[in-house]
C-alpha cells in the first residue's frame, strides 16, 4: 500500500514540494541589518575562556562563516568570530548585509561547537519602517563618491547622515538600572540625537564601570550582557552608538600592557560587532604622553579594529586638548594633525575642551581640518558641556554647534546637565572642580543647550545639508562668516549675534526669484517666508534686532531658489 503511494507521481510531486518548503520555512526570516544571534553549547570547561582569547587574529575558538545563496546576498560570504557568552554557552552576532538566503557553517577546535549548519532569510525594511529607525538604513560609512564626498557620513544605503551626537562617557555604571537608560535614550531619540557616546570600558572610570577585573584578564560577563543590552536598545531608537574601549591613563605601557588592550579590543568587536556601532580607538588616547606608548601602537590598535570588523565600519579616536595638562606632551586640537594619513582612520575627531576660549577655538579648527587631503569628515566630539543650566549659556552650545557645522563639520556632539557624568538617583556621581546641579529635584535633559539640538536637528532633516559647502567669503560686513551653500542655489547663514548680514550671491542669481525665512534655533521659531529677487549682493535684517530687542539673539537664514 506504501509502495503504491509513493508511486502515484502526482502524490511524490506534492510530498516533494512540501518537504522543500518544510526546509526552507526552517530558515528564520529577519530584516536587513537586523541582529541574528546563535547560541552553541559547549561540552568542554574552560578556566577562563575570556583570558584564553588570543590579543592577534587566528586560532579562535568559534568561527561562523555566513553564505549567500540567492537574492542580493548571492556569493557574498561573511566570516565572524564567536565570543564567551558566560558558562558553556558561546554565542555569535551576525546582522546580513544583503537581503536573500544565507546558510552558515560553523568551524571550532571544540568538537562539540564545529560543523554546525543553518539556515535564514533576510527581507528589506519598508520604507516608512526605515522612517521610523535610521539605524535600519544600515551602519555609518563615509560618503565616498559624488559632490562633498569625504565631506560627511552616509548610512549602508546612500542615505545622508548629519552626526548630532550626545555624551553618555560613564552610563557602563553596574549601578544604573537599565531603565533609566532607557529614559534617555527614548529622550535623545525623540530630540533628534543619532549618536550616543557610550564608554565601554576595560578600565572605566572606576571599578564600578569597568567591565574587566583589576588583572584585566577576568571578565564581568554578567555585566557585559547588560551593556549589550544598552547598545540593543539605543538602536532600536534609531541610536547608532560609538563604542571606545580604553581610557587613557599614565604608564597604561606597564599597568595593562599591549596584549591585554589587543584583547579587549578584539573581544568587543566579536560582541558588538553586528550592531550598529562607531568604533573608537581610546578616550583621550593621547593624555599623559599617549599612556605610555609609543604613537606606533595606537596605530597599530587602529589597524587591528578596521582589519577585525567584517563589516568595515568606522574608526577614530578621540583626543585630549593641547591647553590640559595631560595633552601637553601629545599636543593635538585635532586627530587630523596627527593621524590624518592613515588609512584606517575614516575621520578626524576634536576635543576643543571647556570654556569660553575652548568654545571660540570650534570653527577654526574646523576649518583647517576640512583642508586637510585627502578629505575625511570632522566632527566635535567633545565640547564646552551645559554643565549646570547658564553654565555656559544656551546661546554658546548653539554657536559652537552652528558654527562647526556650517564650517564643514560632519555633525556636531552636545554634552551637559547630568547625563555627561551619567550621575544619576541611583548612581549618583561627584564631578570634582565641574558644576553640576544638586539633587534630582527636575531632569537636566532639557537644558537650553539640549533643545536647541533639538531644533538644530529639526532644521537640517528639512534641507539638503550634503549637497552645500562652506562658503564664509560670501558673507560681507558680519563679523563671523558662517555660511553653508551651494552657491546660486541654496544657503544657510548664523548670525550669532543678530543685526544685519550682506549675501554675496553667484552671477547666475541675478534677477531670478529666490526665498528665505528665518528660524530663531533658541525656540525653533519659523518665521514667515518671502520672495526676493536675487542680486550681487542681499541684505538680510533679523526680524528682532538690538536696540529694539534689549537682549541680542543668534539668528539662522535660509535661502533657496524658487
Known amino acids: 500500500m506504501l509502495m503504491k503511494f509513493f508511486a502515484d507521481p502526482k502524490i511524490f510531486f506534492l510530498i516533494t514540494c512540501f518537504s522543500l518548503f518544510s526546509l526552507r520555512a526552517k530558515a528564520e526570516p529577519i530584516h536587513q541589518w537586523e541582529v541574528y544571534t546563535i547560541s552553541f553549547k559547549s561540552g568542554n570547561i574552560y578556566s577562563n575562556p575570556y583570558k584564553d582569547i588570543p590579543a592577534t587574529s587566528g586560532d579562535d575558538l568559534l568561527s561562523v562563516t555566513f553564505q549567500g545563496t540567492e537574492g542580493d546576498a548571492l556569493n557574498k560570504k561573511i566570516t565572524v568570530v564567536g565570543f564567551w557568552n558566560g558558562g558553556s554557552e558561546w554565542r555569535v552576532n551576525f546582522t546580513p548585509p544583503f537581503t536573500g538566503s544565507w546558510k552558515y557553517t560553523t568551524f571550532s577546535t571544540d568538537r562539540s561547537m564545529n560543523g554546525k549548519k543553518g539556515n535564514l532569510e533576510v527581507v528589506a525594511w519598508a520604507e516608512d519602517e526605515k522612517k521610523a529607525n535610521p539605524t535600519r538604513h544600515g551602519l555609518i560609512r563615509v560618503k565616498k563618491s559624488g559632490e562633498n564626498s569625504g565631506h560627511f557620513f552616509e548610512y549602508?544605503?546612500?542615505?545622508?547622515?548629519?552626526?548630532?551626537?550626545?555624551?553618555?562617557?560613564?552610563?557602563?555604571k553596574r549601578s544604573i538600572h537599565l531603565d533609566t537608560f532607557k529614559q534617555l535614550v527614548d529622550d535623545r531619540s525623540a530630540k533628534g540625537f543619532n549618536i550616543g557616546q557610550l564608554f565601554v570600558p576595560g578600565n572605566g572610570w572606576g571599578r564600578e564601570s569597568s567591565l574587566l577585573d583589576e588583572t584585566y584578564t577576568i571578565l564581568d560577563n554578567e555585566h557585559t550582557k547588560k551593556v549589550e543590552e544598552m547598545v540593543r536598545y539605543a538602536n532600536s531608537k534609531g541610536i547608532t552608538v560609538w563604542i571606545h574601549g580604553w581610557w587613557s591613563r599614565p604608564n597604561m605601557n606597564t599597568t595593562i600592557g599591549a596584549e591585554k588592550m589587543e584583547r579587549w579590543w578584539r573581544y568587543l568587536v566579536h560582541r558588538f560587532g553586528a550592531y550598529n556601532v562607531i568604533w573608537v580607538v581610546a578616550g583621550e588616547y593621547n593624555m599623559n604622553n599617549n599612556g605610555g606608548f609609543s604613537l606606533d601602537f595606537w596605530k597599530d590598535l587602529g589597524k587591528l579594529i578596521k582589519n577585525e570588523d567584517q563589516y568595515e565600519r568606522i574608526v577614530s579616536l578621540h583626543n585630549t586638548p593641547p591647553f590640559w595638562d595631560g595633552g601637553a606632551e601629545a599636543p593635538q586640537w585635532s586627530t587630523g594633525s596627527v593621524l590624518h594619513q592613515e588609512s584606517w582612520l575614516d575621520y578626524n575627531q576634536s576635543q576643543v575642551g571647556h570654556g569660553k576660549y575652548a568654545n571660540e577655538m570650534i570653527p577654526l579648527i574646523i576649518s583647517e581640518e576640512y583642508k586637510h587631503q585627502p578629505s575625511k569628515p570632522i566632527v566635535v566630539?567633545?565640547?564646552?558641556?551645559?554643565?549646570?543650566?547658564?553654565?555656559?549659556?544656551?546661546?554658546?552650545?548653539?554657536?559652537?554647534?552652528?558654527?562647526?557645522?556650517?564650517?564643514?563639520?560632519?555633525?556636531?556632539?552636545?554634552?551637559?546637565?547630568?547625563?555627561?557624568?551619567?550621575?544619576?538617583?541611583?548612581?549618583?556621581?561627584?564631578?570634582?572642580?565641574?558644576?553640576?546641579?544638586?539633587?534630582?529635584?527636575?531632569?537636566?535633559?532639557?537644558?537650553?543647550?539640549?533643545?536647541?539640538?533639538?531644533?538644530?536637528?529639526?532644521?537640517?532633516?528639512?534641507?539638503?545639508?550634503?549637497?552645500?559647502?562652506?562658503?564664509?567669503?560670501?558673507?560681507?560686513?558680519?563679523p563671523q562668516p558662517f555660511c553653508l551653500a551651494k552657491p546660486g542655489e541654496e544657503y544657510v547663514l548664523y548670525l550669532r549675534y543678530g543685526g544685519t548680514i550682506k549675501v554675496q550671491m553667484d552671477d547666475s542669481a541675478t534677477n531670478k526669484k529666490f526665498k528665505y525665512h528665518w528660524y530663531n534655533p533658541g525656540t525653533g521659531k519659523v518665521y514667515d517666508s518671502k520672495t526676493i529677487k536675487g542680486d550681487n549682493l542681499l541684505q538680510f535684517n533679523c526680524p528682532e534686532s538690538y536696540p529694539g530687542v534689549p537682549d541680542y539673539k543668534d539668528w539662522v537664514l535660509y535661502i533657496c531658489r524658487e
Open 381 to 478: 566630539t567633545e565640547p564646552w558641556y551645559e554643565f549646570i543650566e547658564g553654565n555656559p549659556m544656551g546661546m554658546d552650545i548653539r554657536f559652537a554647534a552652528w558654527s562647526a557645522i556650517l564650517s564643514g563639520a560632519a555633525g556636531h556632539t552636545y554634552g551637559g546637565g547630568h547625563v555627561w557624568l551619567a550621575s544619576v538617583p541611583e548612581s549618583a556621581g561627584g564631578a570634582g572642580a565641574w558644576p553640576l546641579e544638586k539633587g534630582f529635584d527636575r531632569t537636566t535633559y532639557d537644558y537650553e543647550g539640549a533643545v536647541s539640538m533639538k531644533h538644530l536637528a529639526d532644521f537640517f532633516k528639512n534641507i539638503k545639508w550634503w549637497n552645500m559647502a562652506p562658503h564664509p567669503e560670501l558673507v560681507r560686513e558680519y
Open 156 to 172: 549602508s544605503d546612500g542615505q545622508p547622515v548629519l552626526w548630532i551626537g550626545d555624551t553618555w562617557w560613564n552610563w557602563t
